[in-house]
């Protein structure tokens, strides 16, 4: 496990630098700016990112779970939960079994959290528990486990801590080269040719403040992006079941419940974005998570084992042309990694039949159709049913990427 | 002259790093085998202690399974004895109580009132986590005898493997000879 997460943390640390660069930068334009002394400003900002990193890293956990309104479980509170996370610990090969919490949510939602693994909590929502059977519950369970076993937390703890002071210094900053220049600017005309430099450095600045935390967002953005993607592959390896997480994701997706505690710096940390639009998965480089049904069909195209390896193969099969996720040098698992059949109670027919669900389909669109629903459908064959008021005169479609004319 | 003495020396104290450095890999993984062992061995102790529950509230529904209880009893026994023994032999019988009790829960799904016993269900819980935790425990010490093999047999590490005397791991795999059949219901 430890190649996978030595490589995956070189691509990682290089994002993390950049962004330490430029918070620095803003950091002396702010010095440069308020005291005509970079180094100041370099220090203050150096001191403020300092502190937070260290509330993070120390209370960032327990922050958070008294945030989501987390309560801790023992073993006989919830036995099949409690059972799960243990048996997922036992196949990560984690050491320290992770504290269990439980957030009396209807929404469907799971996160875990802690800056080390041997002390480490995975949350679950009531309403998720209620919702998954046993495999698609070990998926969610493996998928939080492995951002432990991974060091996800912690990385993205960091990151987001370095992403909110860039966006407050940017912003303290901008706000004070705006208004604060027209006063100098009229001092320092008598300067001359410098007056005519200054006012170079100062469109730079203002420039720079603008697109940093833009910048900084979006590599944040890509960073949790790639922890996703490699924490649903050590699901699949863990579970050797990826139909589990799967199935899970599905019926996740499928709520538009939103989770009434989360917020935006801890987004990353859940298994899907608690912020997603109703329906809509969201676009690619402005979200924390890869749309839902692309993880879903990377993980039913897993049709011949359960190794990283696979879960490039099925990556590429979904973005043909693109490159893999995961990089080569991580793919070294035990050679061939086995699939495994779905626990019995999975294998009771609980299932529609398809004639019911397509009656079933059928009589909810003759419903839509009275409320002046429009039904298009898109060359990829699947039926968008739009409201009456949407506005747009035609809509993303998010099975095949492409987009449907409602008029 | 004084010169080629220092070469000597870095290289050697070059050397010995290395041999350390691989040393230390493969006693770590030897431990992680020895670790992911003893959290197998957890998990089968785990399943004896259940099973004479199990049989304890099972017995008033199931008069009528004499013999699918009396398999798991000494199915049971069978593997406690083996207990002390290595994987492969181990493997074997633990492999036939897991096929056993698979064929006793199984039989149990045809007895409505045993099936709402609360007892029963929690016990039934408990089985079926048992039975993963030991699969998964499995899987995780499979894959690191794997990773402490290939180390033993792969350059350069092979070589420190052989002047420390580091024995290949042993594999365990559940062999289930009859555990396909379908399970045997009786209706007397």
Known sequence: MWEQIRANRTKSIILVTVMAVMLLAIGYFLGFYIFENGIAGLFIALVIWFVMTLIAFYSGDSILLSLSKAKKIGPNDYPRLYNVVEEMKIASGLEKMPDVYIIDDKALNAFATGRDPNKASVAITTGLLERLNRDELQGVIGHEISHIKNRDVLLMAITAVMLGTIVILAW??????????????????RGGGGGQAQMIILIVGIVFMILAPILAQLIYYAISRKREYLADASSALYTRYPEGLASALEKISGSTVELKTANKATAPMYIINPFRKKGMSLSNATSTHPPVMERIRILRAMAGGASFAEYDQAFRQVHPGGKGVISPATQYTAGVVGLREASAEEKQPEKPTRERMNRTREVEDVMLRLNKYRIVQCACGTK??????????DVLCTKCGGRVKVR | ??????????????LLIIIVGLYNGLVGLRNQVKNAWAQIDVQLKRRFDLIPNLMETVKGYMKHERETMEAVTNARNL?????????????????????????????????????????????????????NKISFSRQYYNDSVLRFNNKIQMVPSNIVAGMFNFQLGEFFEV???????????SFT
């Not at chain 1, 968008?384 to 005169?393: A, C, L, S, T, V």
């Not at chain 2, 003495?5 to 070059?14: D, F, H, R, T, Y």
């Not at chain 2, 062999?175 to 219901?185: F, G, I």
């Open chain 1, 172 to 189: 303290y900053v901008s706000r004070l080269l705006i208004f604060g220049s027209m006063g100098r600017s009229r001092s320092s005309s």
């Open chain 1, 384 to 393: 968008w049913k739009i409201p009456p008021d949407f506005p747009d005169p």
């Open chain 2, 1 to 14: 002259m004084d010169y080629w003495v220092w070469i000597i020396i870095g290289i050697v104290v070059i």
């Open chain 2, 79 to 131: 593997a406690q004895q083996a207990s002390g023994a290595g994987a492969g032999e181990r493997g074997k019988a633990e492999g036939l109580l897991g096929a056993a009790l698979g064929r006793l829960l199984a039989v149990a799904e045809n007895y409505p009132d045993l099936k709402a016993n609360q007892n029963f269900l929690a016990l039934q819980e408990e089985l079926t986590s048992t039975e």
């Open chain 2, 175 to 185: 062999e289930v000879p009859v555990e396909r059949e379908a399970p045997k219901v």
